[in-house]
């Protein structure tokens, strides 16, 4: 049951299933080489893609040239593929348990398209044993075909990191897995075919899907120990960004920093792993003590900002507060699961004014999303700004423009402590 040199060959079609931030990148880059369908549910956002935009705004017209890639919702024309890559979101509810609507439907749809010899690679992120026990029955049922048998099976955990121009596909390691060792040697080669880093070939599919969880979870612990120690140097009465300087100097301390940890990997990733553990029957300690000081951290940043407006300039009810920033990261246009959104949530039920202003969030989106828009303009008279992400727009910004736009004694908190020893007039705070 080879596949590689068929694709190679272009007698057979690869398909890449979910066009969002991780798989259009896949898609595209493959589409240099290989013929290519791309397919997603939205018939909207498959329209951009077939006038060369991305929806995601990551990708620049330039980045869908030369491409052999047809953009498709139709389930006649994904039959066409062969070798089929499942890239959809796997987030989480509202109670943190992982929702596996998405990859569940996904595998519904190859179920209805698979045929004798065909491969399916999974890259959403899920916890091990996920693609084997939850995704794989869906697939032979619908089709009446076996894996192993009829078809093959993998799994390579994507790598895409949002906004990030260096660290892209071709140059990121790429770990793959396989149903048996001559599936995992197809699905290395296929990979290789774009990914110049070159891959890794793990042992088998649970390892490489817990390959993929403790990435996120070892980055979501570390950050919040940072920022629980912000807290505690907060008490002392020193600043946090001083303190990680100094310790950096030594050749072996790791260099995390403070902030909020929202998006759809760091803040979600560390829930799958636990929600399989307790499903073992062990309660994680470790893990989901960083998920609770990381989810709590919004509140920690509002109570900050209303208890500097009681002490230094009035009554919280009815001040005025800007926030900077709405998306979930820095100079993207991604909102899903940003805290910025649970910190004016906290701010509006302690009463203040709250205008949150963004130059790469779509105000549309945020309304579907959250109930409430950007708004329009920077304001005046302001009795806090929160610069909460530190877009390259808010980089430079001068103490008299921040002056401007504030009420006396307002305190300007800095998140990320890019203006940290940068203003002497405007009362200043940082995580």
Known sequence: MLIYQDIIDKKAKLAVIGLGYVGLPIALEFAKKVSVIGFDINAKRIEMMKNGI??????????????????TNSLDVLKEARFFIVAVPTPVDEHNVPDLIPVTKASETIGKVIKKGDYVVYESTVYPGCTEEDCLPIIEKLSGLKMGEDFKLGYSP????????????AKIIKVVSGS?????EEIAKT???VVKAGVHRASCIKVAEAAKIIENTQRDLNIALMNELSIIFDMIGINTFEVLEAAGTKW???KFQPGLVGGHCIGVDPYYLTYKSSALGYDSRVILAGRVINDEMPLYVAKKVVQHIIKHSKEATGA?????????????SDIRNSKIIDMVRELRAFSLNVDIVDPHADSEELQHEYGFPLSPAIGKNYDAVILGVPHNEYK???EDYLLSITNPNAIFADLKGLYRNRLSKLKYWSL
Not at 158 to 169: A, C, M, S
Not at 180 to 184: E, N, P, S, V
């Open 252 to 254: 072996n301390f790791l």
């Open 320 to 332: 005025r507060v800007l926030i900077m920033g709405a998306t979930f990261k820095e100079n993207v």
């Open 191 to 193: 990979y290789e075919i």
């Open 54 to 71: 991305d929806p995601s705004n990551e990708l620049d017209s330039s980045a869908f040239e030369n491409s052999d890639i047809v953009f």
């Open 396 to 398: 430079d910004l001068s």
């Open 158 to 169: 994507e790598r895409i990191n949002p906004g990030d121009k260096e660290h892209t596909l």
């Open 180 to 184: 048996d060792a001559g599936a995992l």
